[in-house]
């Protein structure tokens, strides 16, 4: 399995997604975290099954939630760093601006 880092950026965009979720409906929230973190164990395990989108970022789109998690995969340091949890309902512009810091 390779390393994984998750940006700040990321994790607060997963947080607020999980606190709105939860509003909407009790256990929606809890539902939507669990969604979220067998998509990145699927990342982690075999990062090259989603594809490329802008340079070195890469795109898994989750199932049941309109989300994305937007990542970048170095294979020489078997690293996979998560970029974004982003919803597919916002500025789509804004999908791939972020980069490696």
Known sequence: ??????????KLEWQNSVIWYEEQ??????????????????ITESPELFPKRKSNLREAVVNIFPFSIIFEFYQKRSLVTI???????????????????
């Open 1 to 10: 399995m390779n390393g994984l880092v998750i940006f700040e950026e990321a």
């Open 25 to 42: 409906s009790s256990g929606l929230g809890l539902r939507f975290a669990e969604v979220i973190e067998k998509k990145i164990e699927l």
């Open 83 to 101: 970029v974004s949890v982003f919803h597919n309902k916002r500025n789509l512009k804004e999908k791939f601006k972020r980069v490696r810091k």
